[in-house]
């Protein structure tokens, strides 16, 4: 079985590759909106790949019928505002909010992250991600799916996670950890890591 960590959506090119077992299963660990680029046919195998293991990523950020995003539209535009005219003070600002627990270290790596891109390149990322809406592609996913997901997380809500499970295209389940924030892979890897060895069969 071989597990890859995939931070940018290109599994050819996955940094972290480690061979458990015999090698006939691979199962993709995916994080926020790397989920979405594994579905595209000329990256995503169907039937090489068993499982997709991730965190719920945010879908669509703004209400709609049926279903919670979490941000209204006039939410989004004083986000795009606020990084259109001052990036380094909105980041300083969302920091501590997306990372949900007083964590300096966690909050100062996340605020470093952001702060490394361009404002423009900033703005237009934003942009991207928050007005996109990548609900279609969930009845394309024809593997098992366990969707791990944080108690309180003020860019996904809880039931997008459960969004998911209900319209992925395969049997899926929901782990919702007893955590706060975006990152519990800086707040709380160790419970993270436990999750994630249980799911994935890893001693």
């Known amino acids: 079985m071989e597990t890859l960590c995939d931070h940018g959506g290109d599994i050819v090119k996955a940094l972290n590759a480690t061979i458990y077992?015999?090698?006939t299963q691979t199962l993709v660990?995916?994080?926020d909106l790397a989920f979405s680029p594994n579905l595209e046919p000329n990256v995503y195998n169907p039937s090489k790949y068993a499982t997709f293991d991730g965190y719920a990523q945010d879908l669509l950020y703004l209400n709609a019928k049926g279903y919670e995003g979490g941000f209204q539209r006039s939410d989004l535009d004083m986000?795009?505002?606020?990084?259109?005219?001052?990036?380094?003070?909105?980041a300083h600002a969302f920091a501590p909010k997306a990372v949900g627990e007083n964590d300096p270290a966690?909050?100062?790596?996340?605020?470093?992250?952001?702060?490394?891109?361009?404002?423009?390149?900033?703005?237009?990322?934003?942009?991207?991600?928050?007005?996109?809406?990548?609900?279609g592609v969930l009845p394309r996913v024809q593997v098992p799916c366990t969707i791990i997901q944080s108690r309180k997380d003020i860019i996904v809500p809880e039931s997008v996670a459960f969004y998911m499970n209900k319209k992925l295209g395969a049997k899926s389940k929901v782990r919702i950890l007893g955590t706060k924030g975006h990152f519990p892979q800086l707040t709380a890897y160790p419970l993270l890591l436990k999750v994630?060895?249980?799911t994935l069969s890893i001693k």
């Open 21 to 23: 077992g015999n090698g």
């Open 196 to 198: 994630l060895k249980r």
């Open 79 to 90: 986000i795009f505002s606020e990084i259109n005219q001052n990036f380094s003070r909105w």
């Open 29 to 31: 660990l995916v994080f």
């Open 106 to 135: 966690a909050i100062s790596e996340f605020e470093n992250s952001l702060v490394r891109m361009k404002p423009e390149v900033a703005l237009s990322v934003a942009k991207t991600v928050f007005l996109s809406d990548l609900r």
